[in-house]
């Protein structure tokens, strides 16, 4: 068997259509932009006698009419370039990009299915639901969703293992055989060929979305619950507390990003234990924001106090302290009783050899490069955020409802939190989307610098930076990873621009 | 006004020293001293061996005193060996240790020694400020005029079709960071393999082997269209997107303006409403984002310069900070640090300045 074609079986007949309808559209859009510079305008539309309207094509209008027609075909051509590649047996007639979107069935469904029922349904869902009567915010959605419904469903979308190695397939162009691959048990081909290592650089790319999406939207989750839990006392109470948090906000703003990156995430810092006192403030935070949330306002409803927050607040507060210091309470508290009691006795020295060695039963395990890598992230983005509310603060305090709630005696947390954060939200969610496709970027940085990733990782940052040594000859590692990561940021700046356009409607 | 920027100006430096400390602080933690001593001496010395280079060097008084020594508000330090030597901060090697000043800081211009080259880092720095200022020079002279243009043109009829293209544009590049864009350059413009330049030199219209060089290199010594178009273009495309949706907002809500109405009610005609009446008015937003874009440039300087083979100023710093040059990472960061202060404080002034109904007490 040979390697694969680009366009399997269906390029000889869509190959000419696709590329005949790219050149009509350039053409086009050069004689209209020419033909606007020249003054001419679009056709007006002509009142006739009758009370109709009807329209007299002139040059302008065929153009952007040959443009518009143009984009529908190539649209067809790919929605037909994958139902072939789903629908046709055998990978030879698929193509790789038949075989990329064969791969992708599980996508393609679950996108169908999302987009089917929120159109169906889009006048019951609220603001979510009105993003379905934006085209920008659509697509921007649909690209965001592709990712992660690809990061949900890596293990079947992916051909190889991440980190599989088959070392005749170094840098061999996409489509290429794997030999041998019936015998192992392997999918037969690298689609998109393989990296320096002898990789699979499609399996990679889709295992470095299940990295980036988890690890970018927590961070931003985080960097928003520090920002948002210091931004509403500062712009609400003001006075020295606002000053003096304003000024370390600006002090990490005016830290070029990059140099705390490089100060920040080495393996000395880490040693040093420098991520763990960071995690320490920065994660304590949102767990002050959930309790003060709960008791602000159920403070006079001593059961949901008593049988919802403090569990709630308690459960976080075990989940931080394994987390962070990978300490147990319980496991402490049992081992210094039982070595207590069994004071001179060897129980009592095991006991406390065991305490040392034990993992703790809620938390996180998580790696210090890792750790680190989370903790500069939230550092980074938590003063951007807190500015952000902190000016959406000194707006809405002076709003009506605020006065209410103050003439009503609520305390200041409570309208804080309950009467000023959710008319906050609005531009929150929006800057929220957008902050995720920066923490993506900023993610792709640490990767493409190597700082605090494994090596190994699918990272797609780290998988540019691998693929840019041998970037003029082998153009083909590098490039999957890189236009994933422009299409997912793309598709949160579309969102997020799609986001803002409906809720200004309101 | 004066009062203002006597304020700013103190802010600045209270920043200034906050952030050399810190950056201080993180370069002397004890394990990155360490690889300093395993890195300068032995890879294989003992613990015991570590503890005497770092004392023999001073490494191993307390912060804030070395820190006030960097600064040159303490003075340095001296130690006579037991041969009777003395050597000491201020004393070079073949310095007399009599005639040697007693502070020897920042503050006296001195920026010290960087221990992974063995010269003075003010030598080093500046000359590599100089080829980055070249990059950003360009960048700049891409970046601003084609975003101001895209902003204006995106803005002047909201809503229109070309508004639509320009603004999908502009967010597609704020949606591309240098090292993608720096990639896809390459492999379309650079790469000898793919993209257009096989085809260009089969068909004789090149003479090289590709269309643009993929590394800057060449342009350290001689700066060609040819080796540094790509640098350049990468760096302008990621910050021209944000510089033109500001435009872009700025020009459309002055366009829904009063005075806008009025003139064409009077008959001005759409060009001079823009060109004479818009334009103007629509350029004071933009300002204050052009000047805090520059540092959000150098992350991109650094990405580009590790990406072309520049070896500027983002360069440096990262060699730097990958050996652990403390006294050059520090003057790295004074630098950058300088910068970011200095166009907060120009876009403070120059707001103030354009903008006369901003009265600042």
């Given at each position: ?221 985080f960097a928003f619950m520090v920002g948002i839990t210091l931004g509403l006392p500062a712009g609400y109470m003001g006075g020295r507390f606002d000053t003096l948090i304003t000024f370390v906000a600006n002090l990490v703003l005016a830290f070029p990003v990059?140099l705390l990156?490089?100060l920040l ?9 420098v991520p763990?006192y960071m995690a320490a403030v920065l994660f304590l935070l949102p767990i002050i924001f959930i309790w003060v949330l709960?008791?602000s ?78 903790v500069a992230v939230v550092f980074v983005n938590s003063p951007t955020v807190f500015r952000i509310v902190r000016g959406l603060v000194l707006d809405i305090r002076t709003?009506?409802?605020v ?8 305390g200041p947390w409570y309208i804080m939190l309950?009467?000023i954060l959710?008319?906050a939200?609005?531009?929150l969610?929006?800057d ?75 | 006004?004066?009062l203002f920027i006597l304020r700013r100006l103190g802010v600045m430096l209270l920043t200034a020293l906050c952030l050399t400390f810190v950056v201080f602080f993180l ?36 912060l804030v005193?070395?820190y006030?020594?960097?600064l ?220 805090l874009?520059?540092p ?37 960061s004074?630098?950058a640090v300088l910068?970011v202060l200095l166009t907060q404080l120009?876009s403070d ?11 600042i007490s």
């Amino acid at each position: 068997m040979e390697a694969l074609t680009w366009s399997g079986s269906l390029g000889p007949f869509l190959n000419p259509v696709m590329l005949a309808a790219v050149v009509v559209f350039f053409a086009a859009f050069v004689i209209n932009l020419l033909m606007g510079f020249a003054g001419m305008r679009p056709a007006d539309p002509i009142v006739n006698p009758d009370h109709t309207i009807s329209y007299r094509m002139g040059p302008v209008d065929i153009t952007l009419a040959a443009m518009k027609y143009a984009v529908f075909a190539v649209l067809a051509c790919i929605a037909i370039f994958i139902l072939g590649g789903i629908l046709q047996p055998g990978m030879e007639a698929k193509g790789i990009i038949g075989g990329v979107s064969a791969q992708f069935l599980p996508v393609w469904i679950g996108l169908v299915v999302i987009f089917v029922l929120s159109i169906r349904y889009k006048r019951r869902l609220g603001l979510y639901g009105k993003l379905f009567d934006n085209l920008v915010g659509m697509i921007g959605f649909g690209l965001v969703m592709f990712w992660i419904l690809t990061a949900i469903f890596a293990p079947t979308i992916a051909t190889h293992g991440p980190i599989d190695v088959v070392a005749s397939m170094r840098n061999d162009p996409p489509g290429s055989m794997v030999a041998n691959a019936a015998a192992d048990g392997h999918f037969a081909y690298y689609l998109l060929g393989g990296d320096a290592l002898g990789r699979d650089v499609f399996s990679r790319m889709i295992f470095g979305a299940r990295e980036v999406l988890t690890i970018a939207p927590v961070a931003t989750l985080f960097a928003f619950m520090v920002g948002i839990t210091l931004g509403l006392p500062a712009g609400y109470m003001g006075g020295r507390f606002d000053t003096l948090i304003t000024f370390v906000a600006n002090l990490v703003l005016a830290f070029p990003v990059i140099l705390l990156f490089y100060l920040l995430v080495t393996p000395e810092i880490v040693e040093a234990g420098v991520p763990v006192y960071m995690a320490a403030v920065l994660f304590l935070l949102p767990i002050i924001f959930i309790w003060v949330l709960f008791y602000s306002r159920y403070r006079n409803q001593p059961g949901v106090i008593k049988w919802v927050a403090v569990p709630i607040t308690l459960a976080l507060l075990m989940l931080y302290l394994g987390t962070v210091f990978e300490f147990d309470p319980f496991v402490w508290l049992t081992t210094s009783f039982i070595g207590y009691l069994n004071q001179g006795n060897p129980v009592s020295d095991w006991m406390l050899t065991t305490r040392e060695s034990y993992d703790p039963l809620v938390g996180i395990p998580i790696d210090g490069n890792l750790l680190i890598v989370f903790v500069a992230v939230v550092f980074v983005n938590s003063p951007t955020v807190f500015r952000i509310v902190r000016g959406l603060v000194l707006d809405i305090r002076t709003r009506d409802y605020v006065a209410a709630a103050q003439t009503r005696g609520e305390g200041p947390w409570y309208i804080m939190l309950w009467e000023i954060l959710p008319n906050a939200r609005g531009p929150l969610i929006v800057d929220f989307c957008l902050r995720i496709g920066y923490t993506t970027i900023l993610l792709g940085t640490l990767g493409f610098f190597g700082l605090g990733v494994d090596p190994e990782s699918p990272n797609w940052g780290s998988t540019i930076n691998e693929g840019r040594r041998l970037l003029t000859i082998y153009p083909h590692p590098p490039l999957p990873p890189a236009i994933a990561l422009m299409s997912l940021v793309l598709g949160l700046n579309l969102l997020a621009d799609g986001l803002r356009e409906e809720s200004l409607k309101d | 006004m004066g009062l203002f920027i006597l304020r700013r100006l103190g802010v600045m430096l209270l920043t200034a020293l906050c952030l050399t400390f810190v950056v201080f602080f993180l370069t002397n933690l004890a394990p990155n001293l360490e690889k300093l001593a395993k890195t300068q001496g032995n890879a294989r010395m003992s613990d015991a061996e570590v503890t005497r280079w770092l004392d023999n060097r001073g490494y191993s008084r307390p912060l804030v005193v070395r820190y006030g020594e960097w600064l040159g508000v303490v003075p340095g330090w001296t130690r006579e060996a037991p041969d009777g030597a003395v050597t000491g901060r201020c004393i070079g090697p073949a310095d007399d240790p009599a005639e040697a000043p007693t502070f020897c800081g920042v503050l006296q211009g001195d920026f010290g020694y960087s221990t992974v080259s063995a010269e003075p880092v003010s030598d080093v720095v500046g000359g590599r400020l100089a080829l980055t200022g070249w990059l950003m020079l360009y960048a700049f002279a891409l970046m601003v005029p084609a975003a101001l243009a895209i902003g204006i043109l995106a803005g002047m009829r909201e809503g229109s079709r070309l508004d639509r293209t320009l603004s999908t544009f502009s967010i597609a590049s704020t949606a591309t960071p240098e090292y993608v864009s720096g990639v896809i350059f390459i492999i379309l413009l650079a790469s000898s393999t793919a993209g257009v330049s096989p085809w260009l030199a089969e068909m004789g219209w090149i003479e090289g082997r590709t269309l643009f060089l993929g590394s800057a290199r060449s342009a350290m010594e001689n700066i060609t269209f040819w080796n540094f178009a790509l640098p350049v273009a990468t760096i302008a495309l990621y910050g021209m997107g944000y510089i033109a949706r500001m435009t872009r907002a700025s020009m459309a809500e002055v366009m829904t303006a009063q005075y806008i109405r009025t003139a064409r009610l009077k008959g001005v005609s759409f060009r001079n409403i823009v060109l004479k009446h818009a334009l103007r008015n629509a350029l004071i937003a933009p300002f204050t984002v052009i000047m805090l874009q520059i540092p959000w440039l150098l992350t991109g300087v650094v990405i580009v310069e590790t990406l072309f083979n520049y070896n500027g100023f983002g360069w440096t710093l990262v060699q730097a900070a990958s050996n652990n040059d403390i006294e050059l990472l520090l003057s790295c960061s004074i630098v950058a640090v300088l910068v970011v202060l200095l166009t907060q404080l120009i876009s403070d002034i120059g707001y103030v300045y354009l903008n006369p109904r901003i009265r600042i007490s």
